[in-house]
Nanobody, 119 residues
């Protein structure tokens, strides 16, 4: 079955960096666009970044543009989110997501990884 397992979150000081990873299995990874979302306490889940299956196309939320880079390794079936110059407002649970067609489009989510930016 489809599995998405995030890792790499933690506590970091403002201005610091983190790299999140999402290991995927159970589907043809190279064919699937992958997304990172985040959800802060009391707020709706928001799309952070998306990357196409071949890695040739990316898009970012305005709030992270220039500070985050999404990438993927289609050999390791892993998608990454490199986050630099972190701010307290980046504090959230970060989720990996893909949308697959299985007769209809279905969203699959990882369990999330907590990122806390605080001094």
């Amino acid at each position: 079955q489809v599995q998405l397992v995030e890792s790499g979150g933690g506590l970091v000081q403002p201005g610091g960096s983190l790299r999140l990873s999402c290991a995927a299995s159970g589907f043809i990874f190279r064919s699937a666009a992958m997304r990172w979302y985040r959800q802060a306490p009391g707020k709706e889940r928001e799309l952070v970044a998306v990357i196409t299956g071949d890695g040739g196309g990316t898009n970012y939320a305005d709030s992270v543009k220039g500070r985050c880079t999404i990438s993927r390794d289609n050999i390791k079936n892993t998608v990454y989110l490199q986050m630099n110059t972190l701010r307290p407002e980046d504090t959230a649970v970060y989720y990996c997501n893909t949308k697959l067609y299985v007769g209809r489009f279905v969203d699959y989510w990882g369990q999330g990884t907590q990122v806390t930016v605080s001094s």
